[in-house]
């Protein structure tokens, strides 16, 4: 079973600061996806990567295949991205349920 | 569309009580999933129906029943719970591909008590 380690696991930083969260995995993958919980439960998907770097307005995600590493970050940071990032990954073909990293808790202050 | 829509949003029951918790997409996918999540903890999968068929099951106790009627609808029933299967489940969706989103509902916060 995938083993998925993220760090850090609570951050604190100042409004327009630039965030970088970090997630590893100990075996191969078909795809790792960066996801966003609010308070209160939902869960969004933020990217999905097998490969290369993703860029959406102010996030960005890389991925390293042979360093099986992967990187979520933020630019220029807001309030409003304060939630928790989870790093997940899928492991086999077809309906693949999803291996959760603990997750990084991010508290963007004014 | 994109919505995967998870009924009720709060459950409370007893130990003796039977519910159930329903979940509806309409995005025609054909994987869904039962997630559970406690509190401060990331989810755990219990669950993947593939075309309507149990393709996963993580060893969840059988006092967790999946259910797919349809390629819509997902339901999970309860009977018999404990206070520690006290969680969040999350339903979510997707297409069968080796490379696919997830859709997550809002989830349902059920407390056993």
């Known amino acids: 079973k995938n083993e998925v380690e993220q760090s850090p696991q609570n951050l604190t930083a100042q409004e327009g600061e630039f965030i970088t969260i970090n997630c590893s995995y100990s075996v191969g993958i078909s795809a790792l996806h960066w996801l966003q919980q609010h308070p209160g439960g939902g869960i969004v998907s933020l990217f999905m990567l097998s490969s290369g770097k993703k860029k959406h307005g102010r996030l960005i995600a890389t991925i390293n295949i042979q360093e099986k590493h992967s990187s979520l970050h933020i630019t220029a940071s807001h309030p409003r991205d304060s939630a928790v990032y989870i790093c997940?990954?899928?492991?086999?073909?077809?309906?693949?349920?999803?291996?959760f990293g603990k997750g990084t808790h991010l508290i963007i202050q004014p | 569309d994109t919505e995967v829509t998870q009924t009720p949003k709060h459950l409370v029951m007893g130990m003796t009580n039977k519910k159930s918790l329903k979940c509806e997409q309409h995005?025609?996918?054909?994987?869904m999933y039962w997630y559970k999540q406690k509190a401060k903890k990331p989810p755990e999968l219990m669950f993947v129906?593939?075309?309507?068929?149990?393709?996963i099951n993580e060893s969840v106790p059988s006092r967790f029943s999946p259910e797919c009627p349809n390629s819509s609808l997902l339901n999970l029933h309860l009977h018999a719970l404990q206070p520690e299967d006290s969680a969040l489940y999350l339903c979510?969706?997707?297409?069968?591909?080796?490379?696919?989103?997830?859709?997550f509902g809002a989830g349902t916060r059920l407390s056993v008590l």
């Open positions: 995005m025609g996918h054909r994987a």
């Open positions: 129906y593939s075309y309507e068929k149990l393709s």
């Open positions: 997940a990954v899928g492991s086999g073909g077809g309906a693949d349920g999803l291996t």
């Open positions: 979510a969706s997707s297409q069968v591909l080796a490379k696919n989103i997830q859709y």
